[in-house]
């Protein structure tokens, strides 16, 4: 018998140790038997912390790991991001990695840093585009008197005279009208600055959800105080109150009302946004400030020889600027006029050359005699 449950105890454990001795040990007081059950169970029992140590000891080694490759160049191409220098978004995504690994930023830092960059990189064309106003205030009287002339204006050999005038009198001012359109070049780049970190938000980065700062410390997450939201809409206030971001732009009393409510109602539009894209807004703002400031100081304007703006009395019978509304009705009705103009001349210069076409087929025509 005791061989018999020693093989037993051998092949079955503890388990089965405890059941044959219910089984055979008959003479055993039943009390005992569930001492010792109960006392191999609490043994059992004691070395499972020491598992669940080891595990959350790996779980560590492994967010460790995880957190050192997200430090290294590389980090965001493995999770499917910044896989091209050529798509604007995975352009600063990439930069982004290598001012964050190579200068060892936070990711707040980061995103602070890349935008000042790309803002540092665009300052140049808004000189350019600042010094540009500045020319055209000076000869706005009779830039306006040639577009009126040109917009009256119903023959073409006429109308080309006054586009020649119109182009002698920019080139004697050195106005280059291809630097007007240095605000819509940002708008690519906003979209682009948008969409990476917005990604990246969502993915989201490892880090983003620690590397934050002040009241908004998980840039995964809507900032919780709307801080970020009411900084960016104030900038934008200010900005159009000076000027726009050339510092030489001149809105009248109504587009500065729309400029004013816009932003205050994209504080709304904006609150469920994560922290890390409204801190790119943020940041955005600022710079747009500061450039606004620079642009507008008469020191910094000779030091980059920017002309100077000229604002002009309102002519006696102009009246008081219009409103938002009939200012554009009033520019739709124009071009309407004028493209009704243009179709009309298009037209008569289209019969001029069918009549000159006949002459000359005519000149061609001999006129044979018979005797």
């Not at 009287?141 to 080309?160: F, I, R, Y």
């Not at 997450?221 to 510092?247: H, I, N, W």
Request: hydrophobic share 40%; aromatic share 8%.
């Amino acid at each position: 018998m005791p061989l018999y449950q020693s093989n037993l105890i051998g092949r079955s454990g503890i388990a089965g140790a405890s059941f044959i001795g219910l089984r055979f040990k008959s003479d055993v007081p039943l009390t005992n038997v569930a001492q010792e059950a109960s006392a191999k169970v609490s043994e059992i029992q004691t070395q499972l912390p020491s598992f669940d140590e080891s595990t959350v000891e790996a779980a560590s080694q492994v967010g460790q790991m995880v957190s050192d490759a997200s430090n290294q160049i590389g980090y965001l191409s493995s999770i499917g991001m910044a896989k091209s220098w050529l798509w604007p978004p995975d352009l600063i995504q990439n930069v982004m990695e290598y001012i964050h690994v190579y200068a060892g930023l936070p990711w707040w830092g980061t995103i602070c840093v890349t935008t000042v960059l790309a803002r540092v990189v665009l300052f140049p064309l808004y000189v350019k585009y600042s010094d540009t106003l500045g020319r055209t205030s000076k000869i706005k009287p009779e830039m306006d008197k040639v577009n009126a002339d040109l917009m009256a204006c119903s023959d073409t050999t006429k109308a080309q005279q006054i586009a020649l005038r119109r182009r002698k009198l920019l080139s004697e001012n050195g106005i280059k009208n291809r630097y007007l359109i240095v605000p819509i070049v940002q708008i690519p780049i906003a979209i682009s600055f948008f969409t990476s970190i917005r990604q990246m938000c969502l993915y989201p980065v490892e880090g983003f959800s620690t590397q934050g700062t002040a009241w908004f410390q998980d840039l995964t997450l809507a900032d919780p105080y709307l801080g970020l939201q009411c900084l960016t809409a104030a900038m934008f206030v200010a900005l159009a109150r000076k000027g726009g971001e050339s510092g030489a732009q001149q809105f009248s009393p109504q587009m500065k009302k729309v400029f004013t409510y816009l932003p205050i109602l994209s504080i709304p539009v904006t609150m469920n946004l994560s922290a890390g894209v409204v801190l790119y807004l943020a940041v955005n703002g600022v710079c747009s400030m500061t450039q606004t400031l620079l642009l507008r100081n008469k020191a910094v304007r000779k030091f980059l020889n920017i002309a100077e703006v000229v604002n002009h009395p309102t002519p006696p019978g102009q009246g008081p600027p219009k409103g938002v509304f009939e200012s554009f009705r009033e520019s739709v009705q124009k071009a309407r006029d004028q493209a009704e103009k243009r179709a009309l001349m298009k037209e008569e210069e289209d019969k001029k050359k069918e009549l000159a076409k006949k002459e000359k087929q005519n000149q061609r025509i001999k006129i044979v005699r018979r005797k």
